[in-house]
């Protein structure tokens, strides 16, 4: 099962942004789907986006065109880079590891421990 670690959350103003990357072991990491959920207080989890091994991207409608997804298979790295950060984009910032780009499977993925941002307005 792969391990993954979150890293880059924190305080940021609206209309700001930030990078955040999520780090995997395993020597397979070329061939998983890579996702982004996050949580905010009193909240559901909110599916982000996430990116096929193949490259193929998608993405929520709430962060469509803010918010790009990249993958670097030779670091064992996907990042999420958030740009016109809004106060309702503060929420706990999951990533998940899974066979399939989808839903369910990224429910039944390995996920990390989480990182927070916090969007001042």
């Known amino acids: 099962q792969v391990q993954l670690v979150e890293s880059g959350g924190g305080l940021v103003q609206a209309g700001g942004s930030l990078r955040l990357s999520c780090a995997a072991s395993?020597?397979?990491?070329?061939?998983?789907?890579m996702g982004w959920f996050r949580q905010a207080p009193g909240k559901e989890r909110e599916f982000v986006g996430g990116?096929?091994?193949?490259?193929?991207?998608t993405y929520a409608d709430s962060v469509k065109g803010r918010f790009d997804i990249s993958r670097d298979n030779a670091k064992n790295t996907v990042y999420l880079q958030m740009n016109s950060l809004k106060a309702e984009d503060t929420a706990v910032y999951y990533c998940?590891?899974?066979?399939?780009?989808?839903?369910?499977?990224?429910?039944?993925?390995?996920w990390g421990q989480g990182t927070q941002v916090t969007v001042s307005s």
């Open positions: 998940i590891a899974s066979r399939e780009l989808t839903f369910a499977s990224l429910i039944r993925g390995s």
């Open positions: 395993g020597r397979t990491f070329s061939r998983y789907a």
């Open positions: 990116i096929h091994w193949t490259g193929f991207t």
